[in-house]
């Protein structure tokens, strides 16, 4: 559009000219992100994303359950503060991937593992890594709600108590912290006695995830966490995983694209055991680089 | 074909149908101009009321596919571009509309050179060349159209000044002027709404916003 002179013909158009809008808040808000996810190989990094803490860096990553191969040269790199959520048909590799991540494929007969996971500075998988205290770094929640057939204060308190905790006030401190943390407190806290057993799905599996952060972790990994829930139950833990990643880094498995979409930073495709592509969510889900990712977010798979 | 498919095919097929509407209305104006034909100047504007049914039917297509299909990538940009690109050519008719109505005030003519029919001809050129990218996917027609619209902008300066002149030397020329003006004012939209479109045919196929480079400084890339 143009205006050759002073005058203004826009006689005939009725409506008004909008006034242009500041978009610095939503600007800002996207330029804040900082969650990280990386393959080398493929064009796809935000260079700003390289610069940001790492929490989790997956180098060269081969997993075979016997003869066949369930991860293939996997290279990833998590930001500390971020989520990142693990898309891909069922049999790709990403719950496979997850429990890498503290090493809960160990308790598998029959896998071998290449490769290296970095999760700061520590290789967790050199010899002689303390696999307890790598698993209290890395919580994990799983599909289904597991709580253990005992009191609510006794479900949270169990890792500390297994770690030799028995100081009462400890212990109430640890509770409380974990199930506000969880955004349970105020539902349970004149219950704690009560069986875990009794609450609903929802409320066990935030239960599960108070669980895990009663140990202080500082990574939570979550295997499709709200496969299992109700739409109430599934928003307000989509709610608690954005509150918790001000405090820790998630990793979270989900086939539920649109849950990815809320709640991740950043987003990585698998199939058939390869990483075929990893972004920034909102790239991911509008813009993919590659066709399968494309065809695999839009339903056209296979 | 999927259902999903079957829906994006129709909201595709209504916006080519739209766009076929409109070209028609395009022509029909240029003819009301030249010929000073009444007729054809009322045949646009009847016209007009199926560019309106259509948008109303699309707008509700795009809310539904996008409230009931959780389209992402390329389904989601096609989707929130249709949202963009329907209400574009609900416009062009709106101008060939303003234009029809003076079909018959304009005459006997007063611009020598053919300006004003030159300034339709490209416009008109823009819009066949934005619907084509559409259709075929074409992002370097895309650009094509709007490389172009410096050409109608220049022309649309070129026409106005003339006028100026004209009424300035001849007072009996000014009613004729005045609404040969507000003439090429719409010519002159109808080529941005072609640049507007060719933009979304842009985003639909590359995923960037095409629109205010000078702005672009896109964080998710």
Known sequence: MMNPGAIDMEIDDPRPVPEPTLLHASLDGAAKRVGIFSQPDLPLTDPSVLSAPTMLKVERLNLFYGEKQALDDINLQVARNSVTSFIGPSGCGKSTLLRCLNRMNDLIDDVRIQGRVMMGDTDIYAPGTDVIALRKRAGMVFQKSNPFPKSIFENVAYGLRIQGQGDRVVLEEAVERSLKGAGLWEEVKDRLKDSAQGLSGGQQQRLCIARALAVRPEIILMDEPCSALDPIATARVEELILELKREFTIVIVTHNMQQAARVSDHTAFFWMGKLIETGLTEKLFTNPGHRMTEDYITGRFG | ?221
């Open chain 2, 1 to 221: 074909m999927r259902q999903f498919d079957q829906e994006l095919k129709d909201l595709r097929d209504g916006i080519l149908a739209m766009a076929g509407l409109a070209e028609e209305m395009i022509d029909l104006t240029s003819q009301a101009l030249s010929e000073r034909s009444r007729a054809k100047a009322e045949q646009v504007m009847a016209m007009d009321r199926s560019l309106d049914e259509w948008e109303l039917k699309l707008d509700r297509l795009c809310v539904d596919l996008l409230a009931l299909r959780s389209p992402a990538a390329g389904d989601l940009r096609l989707i929130a571009s249709s949202l963009k690109i329907v209400p574009e050519i609900e416009r062009i008719g709106d101008h060939c509309c303003n234009i029809a109505r003076r079909a018959t005030y304009v005459h006997p003519p007063i611009l020598t050179g053919g300006l004003l029919e030159r300034m339709g001809q490209e416009t008109r050129g823009m819009v066949r060349w934005a619907v084509d990218a559409f259709i075929g996917s074409d992002a370097g027609l895309a650009r094509t159209v709007i490389n172009a619209d410096d050409s109608v902008d220049e022309l649309y300066g070129q026409i106005y000044r003339e006028l100026l002149r004209l009424m300035m030397s001849d007072p009996l020329c000014i009613e004729r002027a005045s609404h040969l003006i507000l003439v090429i004012k719409n010519w002159e939209r109808i080529a941005d709404q072609a640049t507007n479109i060719a933009e979304e045919v842009l985003f639909i196929l590359e995923g960037r916003s095409a629109k205010h480079a000078y702005l672009q400084s896109d964080s998710t890339e």
